[in-house]
């Protein structure tokens, strides 16, 4: 198959397409950057050197693919990232409509269902619905779990403080995921021409905060970490003291709150409530221990 892939070499996009080449289809990796084209060729990928904010570059790139990846840039802004991730989106689907082509499957994420109260899933929800409205094509929305990654922002924490934590208490359930677990998941669903319109779950293990505290603490030599849970107001204070914007961290702040009263898990655990990756908590912990 000949596949186009979005995201350049991301965590998500570079499993995706060794997976794919390893299979033996013939895959175009867009990306923005023109250092990344020959890391691009290296892998055996065709490269697409343009801005994803140029709707005829990607319909150039989409067109004559039997099959797309489609996923929003992660860093858009310091401010308005709903709305930024959704004109994305937007752009994305005019790339989809004039390109012709007919199976999409979009990174989305577990609470996309949600319009509000999920920080910035809330442009994930924008953009399924748009895509919803695209007739001719067949779509999967993969809706990730917690990326095991986001951890890694605790790091500066855990060193200064010896504490992790949230504004969401430690005994509840989050349904987490390793990026090389979505591209497995991507790799089945965009490779399966037949499937038609669905929603379909990424998620790696399911486990509380408190376990979260546990394995990567002992990982580090703190088998004691414990996890606290902050209010809104000391979480905020602390992204921004440590330079994030007040606007991302207020979304933040929402989405955190999305977690802990099971907004944003309400879906799935109703509708799938499983973990079929491969990657558990454990085995993240020695990613986690290597970059502390």
Known sequence: MKITVTGSLGNVAKPLAESLIAKGHD????????????????????????????????????????????????????????????????KLAQAIKDSGVKRVVMLSSIGADKPSGNGPIAGLHNIENMYNEISGVNFTFVRA?????????????????????????????????????????????????????????????????????AVLGSAIGKPELPWVQFTDEQLIEGMTQAGLPLDIAEMYTDMGRGLGNGHIQEHFNTTDGKATGKIKLEEFAKEFALKF
Request: no cysteine; proline share 4%; aromatic share 8%.
């Open 145 to 213: 779990g917690f990326f095991y990654y986001n951890f890694f922002n605790d790091i500066p924490l855990i060193k200064n403080a010896g504490i992790t934590g949230a504004n969401y208490a430690a005994d509840i359930k989050m349904a987490m995921v390793h990026p090389r677990d979505i591209a497995a998941v991507v790799t089945e669903e965009i490779t399966d021409l037949n499937s038609t319109n669905k929603i379909r779950y990424a998620i790696s293990d399911i486990r509380t905060p408190q376990e979260v505290a």
């Open 27 to 90: 895959v175009t990796i867009v990306s923005s950057s023109t250092d990344r084209k020959q890391d691009i060729e290296n892998l055996g990928a065709k490269a697409a050197v343009g801005s994803v904010n140029d709707v005829a570059f990607l319909t150039n790139a989409f067109t004559g693919a039997d099959a797309v990846f489609v996923m929003t840039p992660p860093n858009l802004g310091g401010i308005n990232v709903v709305a930024n991730t959704t004109e994305a989106g937007k």
